[in-house]
């Protein structure tokens, strides 16, 4: 795979270099993915767009066109581990940890 310079043309992108990575509907998942992809060293930026949804208006993730495929794995990947934790607590909130059995009338 090819590896791509992290370092020296950061603040030289300019926006229209820049491609649609992801949509969200609220700004604080926008501000999540946002950190996320610059904690994996891809430079990111947020831009409120119409969508003619419920409200009108979508935020587009937004990185540079040689990160999108980068991009795309982090924030799948995240995806998947909250799915997979959400996945966790909705089981640990279904088991019954067995309450009738410490009734002390049965003992």
């Known amino acids: ?6 370092k020296g043309n950061k603040g030289n992108m300019k926006v229209k270099e820049y491609v649609v990575v992801a949509y969200v509907d609220d700004m604080e998942q926008a501000k999540e993915y946002e950190t996320l992809l610059r904690l994996n060293d891809i430079p990111a930026l947020i831009k409120e767009q119409l969508d003619g949804g419920a409200d009108g ?12 495929d980068e991009a795309h794995v982090v924030i799948e ?3 998947a581990y909250d799915d997979l934790c959400d996945y966790a607590m909705d089981e640990e909130e279904d088991l019954d940890f067995g309450s009738d059995m410490l009734d ?3 003992f």
């Open 57 to 68: 208006k979508a935020v587009a993730i937004m990185v540079p066109e040689d990160f999108l």
């Open 77 to 79: 990947s995240q995806d």
């Open 1 to 6: 795979m090819n590896k791509h310079p992290r």
């Open 104 to 106: 002390d009338e049965e």
